[in-house]
């Protein structure tokens, strides 16, 4: 037998074509694309499906203390199976550093959460909440072990000051990694946060006005200016404004090595979401906050017009009780009450359903929205994100005829924000380099089956950059970029 596995029937939907073809895997990667593969010692019958590279789930928070210090619900047992069952094949959270802590520490502190738990294989992204001299001096290690993003805060108590941001981006820079950021202006958050809550106004419907589209667009405006006088590629998470998405296209036409996404939550939920009756509103407190149908229907022009490269989850799961959402207690204001909801295992079907199903995307942007995008940018292709020969067999096979409700899903949480909405389309088998870690329904393997992804620096082909004059490294002024 040449094949340990061979999917056959299927249609293959890649980032670019959609074809007639079978697949054979062997050793845990994709070595045959042909139109039959008979020699395979076990085969799956994708006839009447779609067969297409896993997902990759770029922004999760799993087994990780938020800002406000809460611990997910989700660890990486629960959070990679639920990402799993959601048509993924790797996830990328989070290893975010506390104040003090070294980055060897912190790395060392998530190898310890994911190697034993996570079912699928991951990398992750190193949050910088504290960038020291020592800590910036231990970049160049982090690099090394194969992890080439880093996220920042423009807010809450992890942020960091311009300055820090400025040092962060030029290290960051020369070493190919890519910054992504949270941007929204944190004074102007705290401003209106503490005028309202001084007028009484405290329930959780107050979280949205509290955080105006404003702060994030200034905070878009200037974390690309820094990154572009900093001569360092950035990324903008979750954006939920237009003005914040014209931002990124503007300087995506000029040639910006920028690049964001957005989220499910931004595209199927809006503000009147947080006014529910009592505190059932919590639920539904992220940042950003939910906005409006208009912001909806904008952020899909977004979409379609390849502005936006992702769309992430953003699962940040803290339960609707007193380990999560309610930390703090029941009666609080708006500003106790742990920011971030679920999604990570509804993100592709409601992107599936409301996207490809109503025309609003092509299977083949679905492909390079979930996955194909993410490996690309964070530095896994052609390991993973792709059908290609020599691939990681990483590949999710959909049902398109399968409608169900969303209801509870695998995920350690009590809540659905999306929960009640029709789905169209379903991930029914998902393998990880070539074995069925999901398959009908049922969980396959043992938590710890996945290993961790090393990536590689983001490929800039393509993409100039916008250089400053005063900073432009052949005529520097004698200032220094590292
Ligand atoms: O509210 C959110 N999004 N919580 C998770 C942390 C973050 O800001 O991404
Ligand atoms: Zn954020
Ligand atoms: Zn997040």
Not at 2 to 14: E, V
Not at 46 to 61: D, L, Q, S, Y
Not at 229 to 240: C, E, G, T
Not at 415 to 429: D, E, I, K, L, Q
Request: charged fraction near 20%; charge should be negative.
């Amino acid at each position: 037998m040449t094949h340990d596995l061979a999917i056959r029937g299927g249609t293959l939907a890649t980032a670019t074509e959609t074809f007639r073809a079978d697949i054979g895997i062997r050793d845990g990667r994709i070595v045959t694309i042909a139109e039959a593969i008979t020699d395979a010692q076990d085969v799956i019958d994708a006839t009447g499906k779609i067969v297409m590279p896993g997902g990759i789930e770029a922004h999760c928070h799993i087994a990780q203390e938020s800002g406000m210090g809460v611990m997910t619900a989700d660890d990486y047992e629960s959070g990679s199976i639920s990402a799993a069952f959601g048509g993924n094949s790797c996830i990328v959270p989070f290893a975010a550093q506390k104040k003090g802590q070294s980055l060897a520490d912190t790395l060392a502190t998530y190898d310890g959460r994911a190697a034993p738990k996570s079912v699928l294989d991951w990398s992750y992204h190193l949050i910088l909440t504290d960038p020291t001299a020592a800590a910036l001096a231990e970049l160049p290690d982090v690099f090394a072990r194969g992890v080439t993003s880093f996220k920042v805060f423009m807010t809450y108590a992890t942020r960091v000051s311009d300055t820090q941001f400025l040092d962060i981006l030029s290290v960051a820079g020369q070493h190919g990694a890519l910054t992504m950021v949270h941007a929204e202006n944190h004074d102007m958050l705290e401003w209106m946060a503490s005028r309202m809550v001084a007028g009484g106004n405290i329930a959780p419907r107050y979280h949205a006005p509290s955080r105006p589209g404003l702060a994030e667009e200034e905070a878009i405006n200037r974390a690309i200016a820094l990154a572009r006088l900093a001569q360092a590629p950035i990324f903008i998470v979750h954006v939920s404004t237009p003005g914040g998405a014209e931002l990124v296209a503007r300087a995506r036409a000029a040639g910006g090595q920028v690049w964001a996404e957005t989220c499910p939550q931004y595209l199927f939920l809006t503000r009147d979401d947080l006014d529910k009756p009592g505190m059932e509103g919590a639920k539904f407190i992220c940042s950003p906050p939910l906005r409006d149908t208009a912001t909806q229907a904008a952020l899909w022009q977004h979409v379609q017009a390849g502005t936006l490269s992702l769309v992430s989850s953003d699962h940040a799961p803290y339960r609707y009780d007193d380990t999560g959402k309610f930390q703090a207690g029941r009666d609080v204001t708006f500003r106790q009450i742990a920011n971030g909801m679920p999604g990570i295992e509804m993100r592709l079907p409601l992107m599936f359903s409301e996207g490809v199903m109503k025309g609003r995307i092509s299977i083949n942007q679905f492909v390079a929205l979930s996955s194909t995008n993410a490996a690309r940018i964070y530095g896994m292709l052609p390991r993973k994100g792709t059908l290609a020969i020599g691939a990681d067999a990483d590949i999710a096979i959909w049902d398109p005829t399968q409608t169900r409700i969303a209801g509870a899903m695998h995920d350690a949480m009590d809540y659905n924000p999306f929960a009640g909405m029709t789905v169209t389309g379903w991930p029914v088998t998902v393998l990880g380099r070539g074995q069925r870690i999901v398959d009908n329904g049922a969980l396959c393997v043992k938590p710890g089956t996945g290993r961790f992804v090393k990536r590689a620096p983001i490929d800039l082909t393509g993409r100039a950059g916008q250089p400053v004059a005063e900073l432009d490294r052949a005529n520097n002024f004698g200032a220094t970029l590292s």
